[in-house]
């Protein structure tokens, strides 16, 4: 229904929410941008959003948060179609067929985020938050949101789907290359990965690449739980021709983050971004808010406990 004025009440319904992950393992770097730079670049995709200005980040000008959130996951559609294999490189648009399903799907992406909120919203956005408390998942309003200004991902179904299903502003990549620690791989400390061109540039460019010591055993990490985590889109997809509406969903990680923010109190690791020369406008947001000294804000990260272990071999023939 729609009422007067326009606004639109009925909510849309697409794909079979919610979106049910199998597996989770994620890293978020968050660094500390000008508001007006943060502003600039939001106006360029919507007039609905505004950057939040955290106090504690203030100098001589505002300041906000943007955050480069890495993640790799899975997820179990119930359908396992041989074709997907066959088409697991193809790029895929907007308009196309939905995909095959992998099955068990393994995907990898990286949102690149702004914190916002929705300008009709201030009247309830809890100016004075700061950015430890935010990290921390003090904000009780859940104003405050994850903008997805972009996300490569190279997997073709989480593309086609993250379009659709949430509006998200995905961009189908070639294989991510990364090294993260995880219990089968006891001996890495860092994460470090490279996110490749997209699909529509040749093989082995890049957009950027990150690497950052964990936070293992490292003094003032605390545990702590940012759920539920607003993400921010705009929904339909761009590509689709019609005017864009902001959007939001919530996700739901259940489970402990290690956190580390200005206030832990310890030495925070410091990250390495190396941005890339791709032609993509991702590149170029990400140089317009890393133009200046990068402060890193706060440190998170997650894995999705384990639910089997199977032994050591052991000889049984004697």
């Not at 203030?58 to 559609?77: H, K, L």
């Not at 396992?80 to 799907?105: H, R, W």
């Not at 272990?309 to 000889?315: G, I, K, M, R």
């Amino acid at each position: 229904m729609t009422e007067s004025g326009g606004v639109q009440r009925t909510m849309p319904t697409p794909g079979n929410p919610p979106f049910w992950y199998g597996s989770f393992s994620a890293l978020w770097v968050y660094y500390a941008v000008p508001i007006a730079v943060l502003d600039s670049i939001l106006a360029s995709q919507s007039a609905s959003l505004k950057a939040f200005a955290f106090n504690d980040l203030a100098t001589d000008e505002p300041m906000g948060m943007m955050n480069i959130n890495f993640m790799a996951y899975s997820s179990d559609s119930g359908v396992n179609d041989p074709q997907a294999y066959a088409d697991i490189t193809k790029p895929i648009a907007y308009g196309d067929k939905p995909p095959a399903s992998l099955g068990t799907e393994p995907t990898h992406e990286c949102e690149i985020n702004i914190l916002s909120y929705a300008a009709e919203r201030s009247a309830q956005t809890p100016f004075g938050l700061s950015s430890s408390d935010f990290i921390l998942g003090r904000d009780h309003t859940k104003t405050i949101g994850n903008y997805r200004l972009w996300v490569p991902c190279d997997d073709r179904i989480a593309v086609y789907w993250g379009m659709h299903n949430f509006g998200e502003n995905k961009v189908m990549t070639h294989p991510f290359t990364y090294t993260t620690p995880a219990l089968n791989n006891p001996t890495c400390t860092r994460w470090d990965f490279t996110i490749p061109a997209p699909v529509t540039e040749p093989a082995g460019g890049k957009l950027f690449s990150l690497q950052i010591d964990d936070l293992d055993s490292r003094a003032g990490v605390v545990a702590a739980n940012q759920s539920e985590i607003v993400d921010f889109s705009l929904y339909p997809h761009r590509e689709a021709g019609v005017v864009q509406r902001l959007v939001g969903s919530r996700r739901n990680i259940f489970g402990a983050f290690r956190c580390m923010t200005k206030a832990s109190g310890g030495t925070m690791p410091t990250p390495k971004l190396s941005i890339a020369s791709s032609a993509h406008p991702m590149v170029a947001d990400l140089k317009k808010m890393f133009r200046a000294k990068r402060e890193t804000c706060g440190v998170m990260t997650y894995a999705t406990p384990p639910v089997i272990a199977e032994s050591s071999l052991f000889y049984a023939d004697i």
